[in-house]
């Protein structure tokens, strides 16, 4: 994963009329963790970072310039207006080249199981070790002709070079099924049927029961 330039403003104001102010200025509130240095409070340019954003998918990668030095910065958390669908606030935690982090990696499904089958992703994400410059954007998994009872575990992944698997290998990723058929209306399990001409037995008053 290759990382995204951005160049940062360092900010002094904080609160929620601060976070207003930045956001109406067209720039994003970001603050960046790690190292044992204090969080270092920025404001990033609106759509540019949103691009870099959904280019690197969940794990984005972004090289910020702050006065002159830069950081790279993984993203941990980002808050999304869930009305204008415009960024809010991101966390970032600062990485180091050749430095590991751990992260959860999206699982990407291609192909096609055999017709009638119901292929459920049972885990949407797992987790790994990887170089913080080479995290994976997602992992990709070949259903193509999976027959009914292929079930595809963490350890069966093919994962990129440098990519440690921190997720249980034994947990289940994929499993292709048959669809659950649907009953009859009316065709209860069990349910005697009435006899013809029978009339069905009344329900019991209020009080009749404990």
């Known amino acids: 994963m ?21 956001r109406r200025d067209h720039k994003i509130p970001a603050v960046i963790y790690g190292h044992g240095n204090a969080p270092v409070h920025v404001s990033l340019p609106g759509h540019d970072t949103m691009m870099a954003i959904k280019h690197g998918g969940a794990n984005a ?20 207006d869930p009305i204008r669908r415009s960024l809010e606030h991101i966390d970032f935690v600062a990485v180091k080249r050749g430095e590991k982090v751990t992260v959860d990696v999206p699982v990407h499904l291609v192909g096609e199981a055999v017709r009638d089958s119901l292929v459920v992703t049972e885990n949407a994400t797992i987790e790994v070790e990887a170089e913080a410059t080479h995290i994976p954007e997602y992992i990709e998994i070949d259903i193509e002709g999976a027959e009914v009872g292929t079930q595809i575990h963490a350890s069966d992944l093919a994962l990129p070079k440098g990519t440690t698997l921190l997720t249980d290998g034994e947990t289940l990723v994929v499993n292709v099924t048959a669809p659950v058929a649907e009953a009859e209306p009316g065709a209860a399990e069990g349910e005697p049927e009435a006899a013809e001409g029978e009339a069905p037995e009344a329900p019991a008053e209020a009080g009749d029961s404990e």
């Open 2 to 22: 290759s990382s995204e330039k951005i160049v940062a403003e360092l900010r002094t104001e904080f609160g929620k009329g601060a976070a207003r102010r930045i």
């Open 61 to 80: 990668l972004l090289e910020l310039e702050i006065e002159g030095s830069t950081q790279l910065a993984l993203t941990k958390q980002v808050q999304v």
